[in-house]
């Protein structure tokens, strides 16, 4: 049997033994703005559109200035592309494991393996930089209200050590030691995900209801936001409105790029979807369309109410408003933020406990991880161990690290599933597709091209990360996955090449 054996095409499981079917197209578009507007919208705006510079002044990435707005268009429309290849795949493999599950059954196991692997950086790498975030957020929400926690309990080690601010960097010295190692653990950012872990394992129904009340509250901020700012907008803050040209555009539009994942995370919902031939299109779709349609206009804003070069924060929305003046604005944008986030570490956590369901169903990760639990059908012992590694790697890690791997990781995973559903429609042309790319050819390349340029857009330390994480996955894969395999060992039918 070949690496490239592809496994059959098949319906979700209606036996009753896997998970229910309780969401709708409305909770998907909800799930999808809760996963999309989140850390990207509230964190990673400034670094685009101010641009990143190190202090003996070399430039690690031009930023897009007022142009962000562009930026968000070009990030729509390549996003959009891979949406509508999602839809079709989803539609017709209405499976959990989403892009992993799609590369299986088009272009085989090998390739499964890889996207797959690369999805982990999505989701769970992804969730270690938004629970940075989050305590970020939330520990100038505590000092606001006079509780000031001391800074080796909200710096992870490897995020101060990475630091150019002295005054973060400070804390090697002046932080409590065991030894010569200073004690610097992000005790939020570790809480915080321990939460969420805590709330998904009650069940999907549970966690799709605190998601929809977390996805009105950042709508009804974000519309604060563009209000109250958009009354204070100075024309000159437009000018110059590119003020890196098309490079600063496109460089911007590779890191604010993490502000679009997460569309994606609703197909890993297929198996919970009530007809999902029909809704998690809509989802994928029309989620990303209302959020593209939040961004340009918060980022239109954004430029506008200061100059660009001042969004360079960790909380540009809120940063923003507070140069205004409008503090009692910015103190509520703020303390959205943290609500924002939440909802993003709670989809990203529901997404990839289902991947690893998906892969340790067809043995390529152990038995164990694709246990159900009997009262709430849920694969409770991947949401443990998701939780634990988010957890942990948010205790210690840097931020910034991990926004560009999580970037490359799913452009990477996109431009597979475009190229999944060309290489279907070649094989199979006359299976039945519940929802069709339309042209299809422009759509598919197109798509998958447009991804590898915005990767090109990242820093060579980012490409570098992942090979590396590559290499880690492809030799997981020969120990145990190819050995392991169901479809290797002969307990399910194979797709001829």
Request: aromatic share 10%; proline share 5%.
């Amino acid at each position: 049997m070949g690496l490239f054996d592809r496994k059959p095409i098949a319906t979700a499981d209606e036996s009753g033994t896997g998970m229910r079917r309780t969401l709708g197209a409305g909770d998907l578009i909800m799930l999808a703005i809760g996963a999309v507007i989140g850390a990207g919208i509230f964190s990673s705006l400034g670094t685009a559109a101010a641009g990143e510079t190190l202090a003996d002044g070399t430039v690690i990435r031009y930023g897009a200035g007022p142009a962000l707005v562009l930026s968000f268009v070009l990030l729509g429309a390549v996003c959009g592309l891979a949406a509508l290849c999602y839809a079709e795949l989803a539609a017709m493999i209405p499976q959990a494991g989403s892009a992993y599950a799609y590369s299986y059954a088009t272009l085989g196991e090998i390739v499964a393996w890889i996207v797959g692997w690369a999805l982990i950086l999505e989701y769970a790498v992804g969730n270690v930089a938004v629970a940075i975030g989050w305590s970020g957020y939330f520990t100038s929400l505590l000092s606001g209200f006079g509780v000031n926690l001391p800074g080796w309990l909200t710096h992870g080690y490897w995020n101060v050590k990475a630091s150019g601010d002295p005054a973060i960097r400070a804390l090697m010295d002046s932080a409590p030691h065991i030894g010569n190692i200073p004690v610097l653990v992000n005790l939020p950012a570790f809480g915080i995900v321990v939460a969420i872990t805590m709330l998904l394992l009650k069940g999907v129904k549970e966690s799709t209801r605190a998601n929809n009340i977390m996805v009105v509250i950042k709508l009804l901020v974000l519309a604060l936001f563009v209000i109250v700012g958009g009354m204070h907008i100075d024309p000159a803050n437009y000018k110059p409105f590119a003020p890196n040209g098309f490079r600063g555009i496109h460089q911007g539009a590779a890191i604010v790029f993490f502000a679009y994942i997460g569309f994606d995370a609703i197909s890993t919902a297929a198996e919970e979807t009530k007809n999902p031939q029909r809704n998690l299109p809509i989802g994928i779709l029309g989620g990303l369309a209302i959020c593209t349609l939040i961004y340009v206009i918060v980022g239109f804003v954004a430029t506008g109410l200061v100059p660009y070069e001042q969004l360079r924060s960790s909380d540009p929305l809120a940063k923003a408003l507070s140069i205004a003046g409008l503090s009692t604005a910015s103190w509520i944008v703020a303390a959205g933020a943290v609500v924002s986030m939440s909802a993003v570490l709670l989809v990203f956590q529901y997404g990839q406990p289902r991947i690893f369901y998906a892969m340790a169903r067809d043995g390529l990760l152990p038995k164990f991880a694709a246990k159900l639990h009997p009262k709430t059908r849920t694969p409770h012992v991947t949401t443990i161990i998701t939780g634990v590694a988010v957890a942990l790697g948010s205790l210690l890690a840097d931020d910034a690290a991990t926004y560009d791997l999580t970037n490359i990781g799913t452009l990477a995973a996109f431009s597979v599933v475009c190229i999944g559903v060309l290489v279907l429609r070649i094989r199979e042309p006359e299976r039945h597709r519940p929802f069709r790319v339309p042209f299809v050819w422009l759509v598919t390349l197109g798509g998958a091209a447009a991804c590898v340029f915005v990767m090109r857009g990242l820093p060579s330390s980012a490409w570098k990360a992942f090979a590396v994480w590559m290499v880690i996955g492809l030799s997981v894969y020969f120990l145990y996955g190819y050995k392991n395999s169901v479809l290797r060992r002969g307990n399910a039918p194979v797709s001829p090449e």
